[in-house]
């Protein structure tokens, strides 16, 4: 079986096994699902430290974590809106698209950003320099084809290049992969990938390769440094559990805060919750870059809104990032 195939028999038997796992969790429960790279460190911050743990004590309640990992933003949105899972993470777009389809709903809502972080297009083919290059014979490896954060990334700007009739035009050539398995299919040098739209960490590890050179970053599509990925969860999680809710919003909060000011053992943290064979040193570089930064509050949101509602991807149109958050996000900045 292809890497492509393997990826896909994963994320089937992943949704396959979460089907069986009954409807989301009552107070002082709840089930996470997250995503794989180091776009995910404020979670496993929260996860090695017990963090929604401690604060839910703190609010006097014991709080059952129940941690999973899930490959692309289909397989996520799927597992929430059956009840399988409480709390979902993926790319803005996704969310965005979730949310515009279950209003009136099932009311699903963004809880916080995980941090921004630039996403980088890669390439195996020397004469591939941008976007324009692309050809039929390309495949681009993404974690969720046509719907994900880096698919819908890669749409505005070919809507920017091609002109809005054709910001489809690469999705016939997208192949939904798990990052690590695209990352070592660009890195082999083969036709099966020749290009991915990955995220850190492996976008800086396959840049180490000299068959490997970018073509573009999401913070190019976006005008400047952007929310990478985020939480989300239904209105009735929302509001039936509002001490579990606030002791993982705190959890969150207070794990941005302990990643700024503790890169080194973030890193750390990394390594140890993800059981990630990359060397520390290259993990740290990552966490310390200064186009990355992890933080809670929102930013550049509002550009995805915007921009799909003109694509007609989403049919309702906000007035505000707010509008896709819940109200505990409002007490702090964002955009």
Do not use: C
């Amino acid at each position: 079986m292809s890497r492509v195939g393997k990826g896909l028999a994963v994320i089937a038997a992943v949704v396959g096994a979460l089907g069986f796992a009954g409807s989301a969790a009552a107070e002082g429960r709840i089930s996470i699902a997250q995503q794989f790279g180091i776009g995910y460190l404020i979670l496993d911050v929260v996860r090695d430290q017990q963090l929604i743990e401690k604060h839910g004590k703190a609010a006097g309640l014991d709080i059952q974590v129940d941690w999973n990992s899930i490959s692309g933003a289909t397989a996520m949105n799927e597992a929430l809106l059956a009840g399988s899972l409480d709390v979902v993470s993926a790319g803005v777009p996704p969310m965005l698209t979730v949310w515009d389809r279950t209003r009136g709903r099932q009311n699903v809502k963004a809880i916080a950003a995980l941090g921004a972080m630039p996403n980088f297009l890669l390439s195996n083919r020397a004469e591939v320099r941008s976007i324009k290059d692309l050809t039929d014979q390309d495949r681009i490896a993404v974690p969720a084809a046509g719907v994900g954060f880096q698919s819908r990334t890669l749409q505005i700007e070919t809507a920017k290049v091609f002109g809005d009739a054709q910001f489809k035009k690469f999705d016939a050539i997208s192949v939904s992969l798990p990052h690590p398995d695209a990352s070592a299919a660009l890195m082999a040098g083969g036709a099966e990938i020749t290009t991915h739209f990955s995220s850190p960490p492996f976008q800086y590890q396959a840049l180490e390769n000299p068959r490997v050179h970018r073509i573009l970053s999401s913070y190019d599509v976006l005008g400047g440094p952007g929310t990478f990925n985020v939480l989300y969860t239904t209105e009735k999680f929302h509001d039936e559990n509002p001490k579990t809710y606030r002791a993982f919003y705190g959890a969150l909060v207070e794990a941005a805060a302990f990643i700024r000011a503790n890169k080194a053992a973030a890193a750390e943290a990394y390594i140890r919750v993800e059981h990630s064979k990359l060397p520390l040193a290259l993990v740290q570089r990552i966490v310390e870059d200064p186009e990355i930064e992890f933080t809670v509050e929102p930013q550049r949101t509002f550009v995805y809104a915007q921009k799909l509602h003109e694509l007609g991807v989403l049919k309702h149109q906000a007035a505000a990032w707010q509008d896709y958050f819940f109200p505990e996000a409002h007490e702090r900045p964002g955009s």
